[in-house]
């Protein structure tokens, strides 16, 4: 059976066999092989230059050529935004450096992040190591500033972005421009804008809080104090406009208005990112803080404009403190979670990093996600509206949960953190002496455990991670509460 099968097999490879060459024809081949080929290439190249380019021959050359093909393999194997593609510009004052570096300095790291701090003239005092390297601005006395109730230094922290874009620094995707008191929280900012394109035209940003703001300074614009990110493409054809549209615009109040203006001019529109915060309120953060939305938090701003973030602290050891979370699990930091207990009937909200309300009641997820109103607004003091909802503190204590700030936070190996967090009793309020709240009223601590937050969850649809509480009533002092992804179907509802 096997020869009857493999005979013709046999037959027709012999007829296929090659008939003997000798090298010397064999390499002929070859070279007129060659030639063939590179003169097809070369007519091609010749009609792809002529013909098939825009612009005329002159400047597409072969050199040209190169760089093109060069540019699209580089993007396509380009590392991901990190924070050397980022160049800070801040913008400050000679003058009042020395009170407000403290909150740069919380954030910036020499030698690591890039940028520097603009301000109006050489200071006489040696520059500390621990503040970002500055620049003196160019002179602007020659612009037009006609905003009765403003200041002319708005010009001046406007072309901070062109000023940073002439300096032709290497490597930077994006400009980031924030004042002299904006906190960034720069893992977050990189996990935001690396979200995007940097080689498309962006800018990112957030509103104002108040929405009276936001009326008279526009919701198309990016609050300057909360930080805005322009990407390089958009700064290379701001820059060309910019002083144009600062004469043009100068009725304006802000830097950021005037910024705004230009990029309006180009028709791009803002990006907004809620991580971003102004911070223009008056007040208690406390509720603004406690209900964060379901995005990185990016920056803080106006901390000297707003009470203590924790209670009985400095402003300044309140943001120290606020680090440590960050610092701990960076995309968790102030991310909300809550949860029943159905067995003792309470509710449990968090913001992680900073503090915990316990509810010896069941309130609505609708309820819990919304903002206690602890602050006004920013500029008529009044009790709204804000571009977010907010529900009132109750003044009967039996409506009010209990709170818990943060107490230390750490890694407990593996990628799981444990974040400890201790009732805060405010003297001048009394407790409410109903039945319900003698058990909750016990409990001193609560203790939160998580795993790392991976920062790759920022790029899927944001959903609030889900928690439960894992200790019954047998540790009356303490509630230990897993934060975790949820389940299929999880939801936060009432039974
Ligand atoms: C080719 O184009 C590049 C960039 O446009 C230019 O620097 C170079 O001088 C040109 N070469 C020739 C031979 O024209
Ligand atoms: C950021 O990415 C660039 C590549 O684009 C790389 O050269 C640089 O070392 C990276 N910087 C950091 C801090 O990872
Ligand atoms: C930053 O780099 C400079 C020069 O390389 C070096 O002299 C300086 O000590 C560095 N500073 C820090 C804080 O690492
Ligand atoms: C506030 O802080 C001071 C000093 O750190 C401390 O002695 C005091 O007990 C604190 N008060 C409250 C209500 O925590």
Redesign the pocket.
């Known amino acids: 059976m096997s020869s009857s099968v493999r005979d013709p097999l046999n037959k027709a490879w012999k007829t296929l066999r090659f008939p003997s060459i000798k090298p010397a024809e064999l390499l002929s081949l070859f070279l007129k092989a060659g030639l063939v080929i590179s003169t097809f290439f070369l007519i091609t190249l010749f009609f792809y230059l002529t013909l098939s380019y825009h612009q005329p021959l ?7 050529f190169k ?1 093109i093909l060069q540019k699209h393999k580089t993007i396509q194997k380009e590392e991901p935004t990190n924070i050397s593609h980022i160049l800070f510009g801040i913008g400050g004052s000679t003058a009042t450096w020395h009170t407000r570096r403290h909150y740069s300095e919380l954030w910036w790291r020499p030698n690591v992040t890039r940028g520097f701090v603009w301000l109006d003239k050489t200071p006489s005092e040696p520059w500390p190591e621990t503040s970002p390297p500055f620049r003196v601005s160019a002179d602007t006395s020659s612009f037009k500033y006609t905003c009765s109730y403003g200041s002319r230094s708005a010009i001046r922290i406007a072309r901070i972005v062109k000023e940073s874009f002439e300096l032709g620094l290497g490597d930077v995707r994006w400009f980031v421009m924030g004042d002299d008191d904006t906190v960034f929280f720069t893992d977050n900012l990189v996990t935001v804008l690396s979200k995007y394109d940097h080689n498309q035209m962006y800018y990112v940003g957030g509103n104002s809080e108040s929405v009276e703001q936001d009326v008279i300074h526009f919701y198309t614009m990016a609050y300057g104090g909360g930080g805005f990110a322009i990407s390089y493409p958009l700064a290379a054809e701001l820059v060309k406009i910019l002083d144009g549209c600062i004469d043009r615009y100068s009725q304006f109040y802000g830097s950021d208005q005037k910024i705004q203006s230009c990029i309006s001019e180009i028709g791009v529109q803002i990006t907004k990112e809620p991580g971003f915060h102004q911070v223009d309120i008056r007040g208690n953060p406390y509720g603004l803080l406690a209900t964060h939305p379901v995005a990185p938090l990016v920056s803080l701003h106006h901390l000297d404009y707003v009470g203590p973030i924790f209670p009985n602290m400095t402003q300044i050891d309140s943001v120290r403190k606020l680090i440590t979370s960050y610092k701990t699990d960076p995309g968790r930091t102030l991310q909300q979670s809550f949860c029943y207990d159905l067995e003792r009937n309470w509710a449990v909200s968090m913001a992680w990093g900073y503090s915990v309300e316990l509810y010896p009641f069941l309130p609505t997820a609708k309820e819990l996600e919304m903002a206690f109103r602890t602050f006004d607004t920013w500029r008529s003091g009044s009790d709204g509206p804000f571009t977010f909802n907010t529900r009132p503190v109750s003044s009967d204590p039996c409506k009010k949960p209990l709170v818990y700030f943060l107490d230390r936070v750490q890694n407990v190996g593996g990628d799981q953190t444990r974040s400890t967090y201790r009732r805060h009793v405010d003297a001048s309020v009394k407790e409410c002496e109903r039945a319900e709240y003698g058990r909750a009223l016990a409990v001193q601590y609560v203790d939160v455990s998580a795993s790392h937050f991976m920062q790759d969850l920022w790029k899927k649809a944001p959903r609030r991670q889900c928690c439960e509480v894992m200790n019954g009533a047998d540790d009356a002092n303490k509630v230990r509460v897993k934060i975790r992804g949820c389940h299929r179907f999880e939801s936060v509802s009432p039974p």
């Open positions: 002159t400047h597409s050359n072969i050199t040209t760089y």
